[in-house]
């Protein structure tokens, strides 16, 4: 995107009058651009397909299918849209699985006023943003990563790529599914996944799928 083009934004919140208030929040900043509005994640996803949008601002809380599952979509489109999600929910449970999806920023409705264009432009640049008050939600998310390292040190020994397909584990994807996206063989993931077995010390049945889920979180946050 050029310096000069103003970000694109769709807003998806199934409360009218929410949503005008932050239609009028957003519109304030002349570098930003509200380019559709939803009031469901369906009707998001036609909008999706007919205008090009830079930035989803979308609700957890939608009828039908929710923001999360919307976020998921969306992410997966070419190119992807950024996502900033709203939430009425101080809940760590959705927080950590936002962040494991990929969602650039995280604001609580009650700090969306002072927060929404900041976690629009973060978003729309590849940065993060977490509204203020769940800091100690990122926070306690580092401390796992920092505790999966101390207590399973051969996920230090893992290559970019062990790493880039244990976390495509933790999202439950088959091999041929993360050979896909990685654009290399179900048979090399096979290869990579016995590796990272032998890396991590686990064996028995589904000893990898096990472990993957139970430090998913964790896993999101291991560079490569």
């Known amino acids: ?112 006023e002072s927060g929404i264009v900041n976690g629009i432009r973060c978003a729309a640049r590849g940065d993060h943003y977490v509204t203020p008050t769940l800091a100690s939600l990122l926070v306690n998310r580092g401390r796992k990563a920092v505790q999966l390292r101390r207590q399973t040190p051969g996920v230090e020994s893992l290559t970019p790529t062990e790493r880039a397909v244990l976390r495509r584990i933790a999202e439950n994807k088959t091999s041929r599914e993360i050979g896909a996206e990685l654009f290399i063989s179900h048979r090399t993931v096979e290869t990579h996944r016995a590796n990272i077995c032998a890396k991590l010390n686990l064996t028995g049945s589904h000893p990898l799928l096990q472990f993957a889920l139970e430090n998913k979180s964790a896993l999101m946050d291991l560079s490569d």
Do not use: C, N, W
Not at 80 to 107: C, N, W
């Open 1 to 112: 995107m050029e310096k000069s083009e103003k970000i694109r934004i769709q807003i998806v919140d199934d409360h009218p009058v929410f949503r005008r208030g932050m239609v009028q929040i957003i519109e304030e900043d002349p570098g930003l651009e509200i380019v559709s509005q939803a009031g469901s994640a369906e009707e998001a996803l036609q909008q999706a397909s007919l205008r090009t949008v830079d930035v989803a601002v979308v609700d957890v809380d939608l009828p039908g299918m929710d923001g999360l599952e919307l976020a998921a979509r969306l992410l997966k489109r070419r190119p992807p849209v950024r996502i900033v999600l709203l939430t009425m929910h101080k809940s760590e449970k959705i927080f950590q699985a936002a962040l494991d999806l990929g969602v650039s920023a995280y604001i609580l409705k009650d700090d969306a």
